[in-house]
């Protein structure tokens, strides 16, 4: 699904990420990890568009994307979501997630003044399905709440309501579970489950370490730019080189 | 548009504008009204660029000027059809927009304010130094009034029934427009660009075609006011043209269709009524703006339900402290 390939990002004399390569596979979960300052963010951000790496390249479904902007990703079926939560605080909760679906539908600027058939038709199909992900996500009651007012927790199911419209094949969670309780972490990791249960490859980058250890298939563990170890939740808990990233070494 | 409560606030709407003429005898009043039906073309123009995408212009004005000169211009000097003038004068100045508006809209917030700025003053320049084509600075006159069959547009009644079914078909195709996949898209941009972009909004095409549909827009408002005026100069199209539409959309209420009709409205009959301070009337509109954003920068349309659901509650106070 997703390929880097010797990704190297200098900012000035600081090197974020050194040499960097790993291959995302599909209808996996993939988790990115790593203490603070690893790298995990500058990563994201070269993946999906907003950062173009000093060398080296990336990989989606063959084809290299160095650079390609946000809103052509989307289209190809790369979306993600944002640490903070970037929603569209002045529309309502439905609005939100059918701007989701801009992408896939279609009447231009005339159709849509002078309200064509095929553009009401459009437009219907398009608050069906975004109420349909309103439910995917378990916040139908809120479709008509301003998104500025929902709670952290809920802002960020409709965060993830929002790039499920788009009918991605590859998500990227940034940091979802930060910012929320124990109890909505549990039902993320469900709801990210059935994420990939609906044939969405998953990469997160994540610093609650039980979800990771939980829901990812694989991952992949950043120290100071550089990749640390790559494998199966249980290989990289028993990683000594991991745990003495994480907890110091003796020396 | 959708929905049986918006058709009807629209039928409402349109009801009263068409039988508007009928209660005011004077012809003075009719003649204002032309001109406020012009300013709302204006706002609701400048209203889906800055209310809706969330980009501003300072240079609105120049597009109202060229679609004025370009109808001017062709009628007059190359007796061109006035309908087709109009829709030529339009059509060009979209697309002049949309071949400026690709570098222009690249620019965010201040820095978009600077360049909006100064294509309205290049614009202007133009109007006043292109002699030979605009006759400079001492205006333009003898342009025809438009004719429809055995209709000529020449008196206030005639002119008012014009502008105003431009007002009414562009304001149904604006509101169309804001409630579409289109219109949210721009509010999309404006509430969080990146976000927009993250879910496949082309952010930068979008922004740009939105600003040559408003210039659109503006460009037929231009060709109405020329042809009803008979006379235009380079001094009804200039900066502070350009900030009087700014202050119309921002005190009818940022987003809103029918504010931007309530601000040009207001701020075109308010001059009239306080002609005493004509020679301080940027200063007014300076304090209007201030004072507006201050106490409601939601704006006239979404005070005015607050203040009506007030009222009688206020009322009751007043009773009860009376008894």
């Known amino acids: 699904m997703l390929e880097l390939i010797g990704i190297t990002q200098l900012f000035g004399g600081v090197t974020a990420l050194h040499d960097l390569s790993f291959t995302v596979k599909a209808d996996e979960i993939t988790g990115v990890i790593g203490p603070n300052g690893a790298g995990k963010t500058t990563l994201f951000n070269i993946v999906t568009g907003i950062y173009r790496q000093t060398s080296g390249r990336v990989l989606f479904e063959g084809q290299d994307i160095s650079g390609m902007p946000a809103e052509k990703l989307a289209s190809r079926g790369m979306v993600r979501t944002f640490q903070n939560i970037e929603l569209f605080g002045q529309m309502t909760v439905l609005e939100n997630v059918m701007v989701g679906l801009h992408s896939r539908s279609s009447s231009g600027l005339f159709a849509c003044s002078f309200r064509m058939p095929w553009s009401i038709r459009e437009e219907r199909r398009i608050r069906e399905e975004a109420m349909q992900w309103l439910e995917f996500v378990g916040i139908v009651e809120l479709s008509g709440v301003m998104a500025g007012n929902l709670p952290f927790g809920k802002g960020r199911l409709l965060e993830i309501a929002r790039a499920m419209a788009c009918r991605p094949r590859f998500l990227l969670l940034d940091e979802p579970a930060a910012g929320l309780n124990s109890k909505e972490t549990l039902g993320l990791a469900e709801l990210i489950r059935r994420i990939r249960e609906q044939g969405v490859t998953v990469m997160l980058v994540e610093h609650d370490m039980e979800l990771v250890m939980d829901i990812c298939d694989r991952i992949v563990v950043l120290n100071l730019g550089r990749k640390l170890a790559e494998g199966t939740p249980r290989e990289i808990q028993d990683n000594p080189q991991v745990i003495a990233a994480y907890l110091g070494d003796d020396d | ?323």
């Open chain 2, 1 to 323: 548009m959708g929905g049986a409560k918006e058709l009807l606030k629209y039928g409402l709407f349109a009801a009263t504008i068409l039988l508007a003429p009928y209660l005011f005898s004077g012809s003075y009043l009719l003649n204002v009204l032309v001109f406020a039906g012009i300013n709302t073309l204006l706002a609701v123009a400048l209203n889906l660029l800055l209310g809706y995408a969330g980009q501003i212009s300072l240079g609105h004005a120049a597009f109202f000027g060229l679609g004025a000169y370009a109808s001017a211009i062709l009628t007059t000097t190359y007796d061109w059809n006035p309908w087709t003038a109009m829709a030529v004068a339009a059509l060009t100045v979209g697309a002049l927009a949309f071949a400026i508006g690709f570098p222009v809209l690249k620019l965010k917030g201040h820095y978009l304010a600077m360049a909006t700025l100064g294509l309205g003053i290049i614009i202007q320049i133009v109007f006043n130094e292109w002699v030979d084509m605009t006759d400079g600075p001492s205006g333009f006159s003898g342009i025809p009034n438009l004719t429809l069959g055995p209709l000529t547009f020449d008196s206030d009644r005639m002119n008012y029934y014009l502008v105003w079914i431009f007002v009414l078909g562009c304001v149904f195709f604006s509101l169309n427009l804001a409630n579409s996949r289109i219109g949210r898209a721009c509010r999309a941009i404006h509430d969080a660009e990146v976000a927009a972009r993250v879910v496949g909004v082309n952010a930068r095409l979008l922004k740009v075609q939105i600003f040559a549909l408003s210039a659109m827009i503006c460009a037929l408002a231009g060709s109405l006011y020329a042809h009803v005026m008979t006379f235009i100069a380079p001094s009804s199209f200039g900066f502070t043209v350009s900030v009087e539409l700014l202050t119309m959309v921002v005190i009818g209420g940022l987003g809103s269709i029918y504010g931007s009709f309530l601000g040009a409205l207001l701020l075109t009959l308010l001059p009239e009524f306080l002609s005493v301070m004509h020679d301080y009337e940027i200063v007014f509109y300076g304090g209007l703006l201030m004072v507006m954003t201050i106490f409601m920068p939601d704006g006239l349309v979404r005070v005015m339900p607050a203040l009506c659901r007030r009222l009688p509650s206020l009322r009751r106070a007043k009773e009860d402290a009376d008894a």
